[in-house]
């Protein structure tokens, strides 16, 4: 992850500020979206005490939901989102195709598929075997849609969708052969953050923070590569390394966001085009917006997850594909579905 | 067959003989292969009416006919979208009308009383709907494919999360009932529920006969069909009917086959070597396809049948990779 040790060029593009200005104000639409995300539920807590909980623990029964269950679970939200969004901003660079989401290209159902067969086996167990199968599965899927669409980003995109729906179709498959060891595919299936918050995730939760730390390193490298190869030769940058690198970081992403909380699809997809105007062309301003709207955009879909159902949670997926679409509608008619 | 391709070369003549022929083995294969086998000669004096056989003509025939046609209707529904959208993407399975067919089924069963009827309009209204808002929304300017297939994609999103939603909020039993179909199924279809899709099929698989040469000359490009007298707006509108028409016949009848649609034309283009997404390998390649597909759901697990919508899903999307590698070796 040394292929680029430069900080994200913020200051250099002489457009800082305007764009710092609307990094400032995600941040604080991300702190507005998680304080509510804490606060809503089946037991409603006030903004206020949510706030309070969080800086000043008093243990009353208000302050317990915070700290133990809905805080935890916003934190989720939030490096599943990150993780997904930059995955997705990562993948579309690299493959220069507005087309491209690890969701799409095969990579979440590549992980969620070997965890399922994982633990089938009983190969998977606790968080560092679910990780380590998650991403193995998403290495694998992702070298394999890379092999087979190099060249033409449609048949990238082809391929990725085969991919996915053979990986659907088998494991549905033996689900029905196997019903009592593919029960747990029930749950890989579907993306949901609902009870995700009391299993011990550190390891996850840290290989997403390294990841994206590595994803913001790596962007300048990016940026140079996004003007083609030539250009990225002449620039100085390895072009071979820096893709090699990329590819772990999206592998490592979707893997780990995929362990979490199940194949969440689309935010890779949405987050990267609704930033891709505001970040203006430069690799570094996309990612490090995306990191900042991929959370936005899941907190929402968790509160939605909530209040939707009278009774339990519609899966967070679910609600995810419902707020994107618009989005993602909106996006293609404003700027164009090729805009990269 | 001329009338589906202007070019008559030897592999077309070729390749249509043996799909045809495959698909008739299959065919066969269907009618023999059941609960108890029976010979290709039972099946055959059964078939000319010498001998009657309630098993073979009342439980297999429709069952292996509807596989072979619907094989073919959403083999020409997706080739149909997708020289539209010139994008391989562009599938109707893709860009959301099964799942908008789905959705009106999922209302006619929930809402209404789900009689086969309902079921059939419901389906049609909701293919319609969902691709008029496709349409609308990607018509910015002029008509761009891209524009459309990211469009479908969202709205496909959009749709399933409305359908799991439905199934969610449902009562236990017709929860169950919708998803045992949301896969795609063809177990227990018999002639009465085939009367009126093998018709309404019929009907727009000719009319896209009649029309394939003019397909053929907009798939070159706007500006040449225009001057060799194709009248886009028209055949676009047409074109439009047809695939969604298809699409939303099959189903009514059989739940959401995903996959054939995406996958059917483009290994019929790859096997026939032709530049475009030509119409009559695809509606081979697709009977072969499901005709198949249905035939291992009813042997992978019997007594009990998959979902043929589980098979077609692997079968298809395996022998879609290994095209697709093969394309890269070449390359």
Not at chain 1, 257 to 284: E, K
Not at chain 2, 183 to 212: K, Q, Y
Not at chain 2, 316 to 329: A, M, N, S
């Amino acid at each position: 992850m040394t292929a680029a040790g430069h900080a994200p060029g913020a200051e250099r593009t002489g457009r800082g500020a305007p764009q710092a200005g609307l990094l400032v104000g995600g941040l604080v639409l991300l702190a507005v979206v998680a304080v509510l995300s804490i606060g809503v539920g089946a037991r409603a807590v006030a903004p206020t005490e949510v706030v309070r909980a969080l800086l000043d623990f008093q243990g009353t029964d208000d302050h317990v939901i915070v700290r133990d269950v809905r805080a935890p679970r916003a934190l989720l939200a939030v490096a599943v989102g990150a993780a997904l969004a930059v995955a997705g901003a990562l993948i579309q660079t690299l493959a220069r195709n507005p087309l491209a989401e690890p969701g799409i290209l095969g990579v979440t159902a590549g992980a969620g598929f070997a965890i399922t067969v994982g633990s089938a086996l009983g190969l998977a167990v606790g968080q560092a075997g679910e990780l380590a199968f998650a991403v193995l599965g998403s290495v694998a899927a992702a070298l394999l849609v890379a092999a087979v669409g190099r060249r033409s980003p449609l048949r990238l995109v082809l391929t990725g969708v085969a991919l996915t729906a053979v990986l659907s179709g088998v494991g549905l498959g033996l689900r029905l052969v196997l019903p009592d060891v593919f029960d747990a595919y029930r749950f890989w299936s579907v993306g949901s953050l609902a009870a995700r918050e009391q299993a011990p995730l550190a390891l996850p939760l840290t290989a997403i923070g390294l990841a994206l730390l590595g994803a913001l390193l790596l962007s300048r490298a990016l940026n140079a590569l996004a003007l083609g190869e030539t250009v990225a030769h002449t620039l100085g940058a390895g072009v071979a390394r820096v893709r090699a690198v990329t590819l772990v970081l999206i592998t490592v992403l979707t893997g780990a966001a995929t362990a979490i909380a199940g194949p969440i699809l689309f935010v890779g997809l949405i987050v990267p085009h609704l930033a891709r105007r505001p970040a203006g062309g430069s690799v570094p301003w996309l990612i490090l917006y995306t990191m900042v709207l991929g959370p936005v955009l899941l907190l929402l879909a968790d509160i939605g997850s909530r209040v939707l159902l009278p009774t339990g949670e519609v899966p967070v997926a679910i609600v995810t594909a419902f707020l994107g679409g618009p989005m993602l509608i909106w996006a293609v008619r404003r700027y164009g579905a090729g805009s990269l | 067959m001329n009338v589906f391709g202007i070019r008559t070369e030897r592999r077309t003549v070729w390749l249509t003989a043996s799909l045809l022929a495959l698909a008739a083995g299959l065919g066969l294969l269907g009618l023999c292969y059941g609960a108890t086998w029976s010979g290709p000669g039972e099946v055959l004096a059964a078939l000319t009416g010498t001998e009657r056989s309630v098993v073979i003509s009342e439980w297999r025939l429709p069952r292996v006919l509807a596989g072979v046609v619907f094989g073919a209707a959403l083999g020409v529904a997706g080739a149909v979208f997708q020289n539209l959208t010139r994008n391989p993407m562009g599938s109707p399975d893709v860009i959301g009308l099964d799942a908008g067919a789905y959705t009106g089924a999922l209302f006619a069963i929930t809402v209404l009383s789900g009689t086969s009827g309902q079921l059939a309009t419901g389906s049609v209204v909701g293919g319609l709907l969902v691709s008029a808002v496709i349409y609308l929304l990607s018509f910015d300017r002029g008509f761009s494919g891209l524009r459309l297939v990211v469009i479908g994609i969202a709205v496909n999103a959009m749709v399933t999360a409305i359908n799991s939603w439905i199934v969610l909020r449902a009562e236990l039993e017709v929860a169950i009932a919708a998803v045992g179909w949301s896969a795609g199924s063809l177990n227990g279809v018999g002639w009465a529920d085939l009367r009126i899709p093998f018709s309404v099929i019929a009907v727009l698989l000719a009319l896209m006969a009649c029309r394939a040469h003019a397909v053929q000359q907009a798939a070159l490009g706007d500006a040449i069909a225009v001057t060799t007298g194709v009248g886009l707006g028209r055949l676009r509108l047409l074109m439009v009917l047809v695939g969604v028409g298809c699409t939303a016949t099959v189903t009514a009848v059989a739940g959401p086959i995903a996959f054939i649609a995406l996958a059917a034309p483009q290994i019929g283009r790859r096997l026939a070597g032709a530049a475009g997404v030509p119409l009559l390998p695809a509606a081979l390649t697709g009977a072969v396809l499901l005709q198949g597909a249905d035939l291992l759901a009813q042997m992978l697990l019997a007594p009990a049948a998959l979902p043929v919508g589980v098979v077609s899903t692997a079968i298809g999307g395996c022998y879609l990779i290994w095209l697709l590698t093969k394309e890269v070796g070449r390359a």
